[in-house]
């Protein structure tokens, strides 16, 4: 008499692996889908934050600095006189304050030609300057591309490293 041989079902080895491989391969292009996504969002947001700060700057030049602007980002934490808000968000609150992968300062403009304001500052602070030079700097391997403004409104990038103060006139606006 024959012994009843009989089969179980299931997956062999070989067909384990090979889905296990193809799951591999589909999680590799995910991941690097998503740090380039990431590093997209952290790009923008430090490009909105130098935005603010522009938008921050305009409206201290006109209400608390003499037409002149503020030299560190603690400035523009400070309100204006008969007023509680501040001019930019306390998410910017200060110079080196870190953000979405990036550094934030805010500077005088080492251009020719920057000047001290002759009026005194009306909510405090440092004496407010004729321009200025605000910079978001990669912090490790956040983002592939470091941002600067100044007074003209700009946003510039370079791929290389942070732009020097002043922003040269070869750099690339950010588009």
Request: hydrophobic content about 40%.
């Amino acid at each position: 008499m024959r012994p009843n041989l009989t089969r179980e079902a299931g997956f062999t080895l070989i067909e384990l692996l090979i889905v296990v491989a193809i799951l591999g391969v589909l999680a590799a292009i995910a991941g690097n889908r998503m740090m380039r996504a990431k590093m997209s969002a952290e790009e923008a947001s430090a490009v909105t934050a130098l935005r603010n700060i522009n938008s921050s700057q305009a409206s201290f030049a006109s209400t608390c600095g003499g037409d002149h602007y503020a030299a560190d980002l603690a400035d523009l934490a400070l309100p204006p006189p008969g007023s509680v808000s501040a001019f930019i968000s306390p998410d910017l609150s200060s110079n080196g304050i870190r953000k979405g992968g990036y550094s934030f300062s805010l500077a005088r403009s080492g251009e020719a030609g920057t000047t001290d304001s002759p009026t005194p500052r009306r909510n405090g602070g440092s004496t407010p300057v004729s321009s200025y030079h605000a910079s978001a700097d990669v912090i490790g391997f956040s983002g592939a591309r470091y941002f600067a403004t100044d007074r003209r409104g700009t946003v510039y990038e370079d791929i290389n490293g942070p732009l020097t103060n002043p922003i040269p006139s070869t750099a690339t606006p950010f588009k």
